[in-house]
């Protein structure tokens, strides 16, 4: 476990310093009596690249599907999906899930992002889980040299799609208050 989760924040780095953001993707230490609270954490002034990112990679061969009870973990602290999204809401991030698809020896791998959003509503619904097809309809990130490469336009189509930290700052009934009216 481990090489794509590197492989994800090496692309991140590699995109950020080609195209000269002030930005930078690490994963933090792992510990086994620890709840860990994303795979990859991004700092940055500049909201977009302000984020967490859940790495999961799966044999596309054995499973159509990236189940919440066998993909994800329960610990103390509730199951995975409540506690990133705890996090990610209270840090203000925006949430990705990034997905590996193996295929087998001689295959290419393919990876996709997910909005984290997405894989929130579906848990919070009781769904089993995402599945493989819907992880595809997000397009694969591109490779080069063995490498996945990463654009703005990679993450800008993820981030905004669902703004978890503030879904509930904002209701309709806070764009017509009851006390103004137009009489007075």
């Given at each position: 476990?481990?090489?794509?989760?590197?492989?994800?924040?090496?692309?991140?780095?590699?995109?950020?310093?080609?195209?000269?953001?002030?930005?930078?993707?690490y994963?933090?230490?792992?510990?086994?009596?620890a709840?860990?609270?994303?795979?990859?954490?991004?700092?940055?002034?500049?909201?977009?690249?302000?984020?967490?990112?859940?790495?999961?990679?799966l044999?596309?061969?054995k499973?159509?599907?990236?189940y919440?009870?066998?993909?994800?973990?329960?610990?103390?602290?509730?199951?995975?999906?409540?506690?990133?999204?705890?996090?990610?809401?209270?840090?203000?991030?925006?949430?990705?899930?990034?997905?590996?698809?193996?295929?087998?020896v001689?295959?290419?791998?393919?990876?996709?992002?997910?909005?984290?959003?997405?894989?929130?509503?579906?848990?919070?619904?009781?769904?089993?889980?995402?599945?493989?097809?819907?992880?595809?309809?997000?397009?694969?990130?591109?490779?080069?040299?063995?490498?996945y490469?990463?654009?703005?336009?990679?993450?800008?189509?993820?981030?905004?799609?669902?703004?978890?930290?503030?879904?509930?700052?904002l209701?309709?009934?806070?764009?017509?208050?009851?006390?103004?009216?137009?009489?007075?």
């Amino acid at each position: 476990m481990g090489d794509f989760e590197w492989a994800m924040v090496n692309s991140i780095n590699s995109f950020f310093e080609r195209e000269g953001i002030q930005a930078i993707a690490y994963r933090l230490r792992q510990s086994r009596f620890a709840t860990q609270l994303a795979d990859i954490l991004v700092d940055s002034k500049i909201a977009e690249y302000y984020l967490a990112i859940e790495c999961k990679s799966l044999d596309a061969r054995k499973t159509r599907s990236l189940y919440f009870k066998q993909h994800f973990s329960e610990a103390a602290g509730g199951h995975q999906i409540e506690r990133e999204t705890d996090f990610i809401t209270r840090s203000g991030r925006q949430g990705i899930l990034a997905v590996e698809l193996r295929y087998g020896v001689g295959k290419s791998r393919t990876a996709h992002l997910v909005p984290w959003g997405q894989i929130f509503d579906r848990y919070n619904e009781g769904g089993a889980g995402i599945t493989l097809q819907e992880v595809q309809v997000n397009p694969p990130l591109e490779r080069r040299g063995g490498a996945y490469e990463i654009s703005r336009l990679d993450i800008l189509r993820i981030t905004g799609y669902y703004d978890l930290a503030g879904n509930d700052l904002l209701h309709e009934a806070d764009l017509y208050p009851e006390d103004l009216s137009l009489e007075e």
